[in-house]
Structures are given as structure tokens and as C-alpha cells.
């Protein structure tokens, strides 16, 4: 069977069970959908969406034209991923702008469409958005619903309504931002390497090569999650939020 390109191939020896995969996306959106109606959180204004196109395009001219380019004159590692980086610290920023549960699945599925418009064409789709929106988006989005709508610290007051000191509010900003950039290291070698792209081409399965990306990607990632969440603390206070 195949559809737009994809094999379906859900025998390729190591590859991550399809049922497993299906049971995080189903179990992932159950947790944001029932959080966010418990904890009150608030849907999308006109400028929240603005935010939202903004930043996605903006990392779709980063990632695929500005990073691309900066990239050329780097080291070709693991370690190192400029592009994705600068997709990553845009994306913070926006979260940190809206703070709303689907900021990050929505921003991501702006973000494929846009990519697969302007750079990639439509083939293996839908598979590539959801692939995107239901892994980096969907993280972001529990982070947010673990935040209780206060990202990086962003409105935080103690239990009697006070806010809390600067030094607080920036350690749960660093706090958030090692978490997400250790969530972002996850979704390229587990996700793609071990489940969408042996699923999409029939692509085999090297889980040293996994194990290698996943670690090789956390310093960066965590380094810019750090900065994106303090970026994007300062941004939002600048605006008056």
C-alpha cells in the first residue's frame, strides 16, 4: 500500500511499533485537551494568531535560507544545527508571546505547510505535519500546560496574589528552557529516525545511530532553550505582558 509516497512499512526490523506511536499522539492530545479545560486556559485572540503566522514563517525564511546559509561555513555534526536552532529560539519566543495550550501545533503545522510550499513540495504528506505538530509542537504545548499558562515565569505570582522576586521568575525560565531543549532532542532520532522514516521509505533502522543523534543533540538544544525563554521573558515584558 502507498499513498503521496509513503510505503506504510510497518515491518522494517527495529522501527518503533506504529500502535506505541499512535498510543503517545492519542494519550499526548487527551493530556493538553483536558488540561487546558481544567486549568481555565483561554483560547486564541486575533494577536495571539498573528504571533503565531508571524514567527512560523519567520522560522521557515531562518531554517531553510538564513541557517541554511550561516550553516555552509560550519562543521557538518550532529552537535551543531543552526537551522533548526534558529526555528527552535523563534518558536520560544511565540510561546512566550501566547502561552495558550496548540501554540506549538499550531505554529508547527504553519510552519510544514509553509515549508513544504516554498522548499520540500507536498510529497509524504500528511505524515511530515503530523510528524512536526505532534512532537516538537505537541511538547511545547504540555510545557505551557505545566506552566498553567505561565511560561518561563511569565505572570507568576506567589500564593497570595504578590508577584514573586526576578530571581525566581528567571530560574523557572531556565528551568523551562532545559526542559524543552532536552524535549526537542527527542523527536529527530526517536520519532523520525525510528518511526516516520522507516514508515514513510522503508528506511532502515540503526538505533546506535539513534542513541548518537539524541545525545549529540541535547547540549545545543538545551543551550538554546535556555536563551529562547529568557528572549522570549524579555519580549513579552517589553510588550507589556
Same mark, same amino acid.
Given at each position: 500500500?502507498?499513498?503521496? %509516497?509513503?510505503?506504510? #512499512? ?5 522501527? +518503533? ?5 499512535? +498510543?503517545?499522539? *492519542?494519550?499526548? /492530545? ?5 488540561? =487546558? ?11 495571539? /494568531? ?19 546559509? +550561516? ?30 495550550? %496548540? ?6 503545522? *504553519? ?34 500546560? %505545566? ?12 500564593? #497570595?496574589?504578590?508577584?514573586? =522576586? ?13 526542559? *524543552? ?6 523527536? #529527530? ?23 548518537? #543523534? ?9 543551550? *538554546? ?10 519580549? =513579552? ?5
Amino acid at each position: 500500500m502507498a499513498f503521496n %509516497g509513503i510505503k506504510f #512499512d510497518t515491518s522494517v526490523p527495529g522501527m +518503533i511499533p506504529w500502535e506505541i506511536v499512535t +498510543i503517545y499522539f *492519542i494519550v499526548g /492530545l487527551a493530556i493538553v485537551f483536558y488540561f =487546558a479545560r481544567r486549568f481555565g486556559l483561554k483560547s486564541f485572540t486575533t494577536i495571539d /494568531l498573528v504571533y503565531i503566522a508571524v514567527g512560523a514563517a519567520f522560522s521557515v525564511v531562518w531554517e531553510f535560507y538564513i541557517g541554511s546559509f +550561516i550553516g555552509r561555513f560550519l562543521p557538518s555534526t550532529p552537535f551543531i544545527g543552526v537551522g533548526f536552532w534558529g526555528r527552535m529560539f523563534i518558536l520560544l519566543i511565540v510561546a512566550a508571546l501566547v502561552r495558550k495550550p %496548540g501554540t506549538g501545533m499550531l505554529s508547527l503545522l *504553519i510552519f510544514n505547510i509553509l515549508s513544504d510550499l516554498f522548499f520540500y513540495g507536498f510529497g509524504g504528506e500528511p505524515m511530515y505535519t503530523i510528524y512536526e505538530a505532534l512532537t516538537y509542537g505537541l511538547f511545547l504545548d504540555l510545557v505551557i500546560i %505545566g506552566s498553567r499558562g505561565k511560561l518561563f515565569g511569565i505572570g507568576h505570582k506567589s500564593t #497570595d496574589g504578590s508577584s514573586v =522576586a526576578t530571581r525566581t521568575v528567571l530560574g523557572l525560565a531556565v528551568l523551562e528552557g532545559i526542559i *524543552i531543549g532536552i524535549l526537542f532532542a527527542i523527536p #529527530d532520532p526517536i520519532f523520525y529516525l525510528g518511526f516516520f522514516r522507516p514508515l514513510i521509505s522503508g528506511a532502515i533502522v540503526n538505533w546506535a545511530t539513534i542513541q548518537f #543523534d539524541l545525545l549529540a543533540f541535547i547540549p545545543g538544544d538545551v543551550i *538554546i532553550g535556555i536563551l529562547g525563554a529568557l528572549a522570549g521573558q524579555r519580549i =513579552a515584558k517589553a510588550v507589556g505582558q
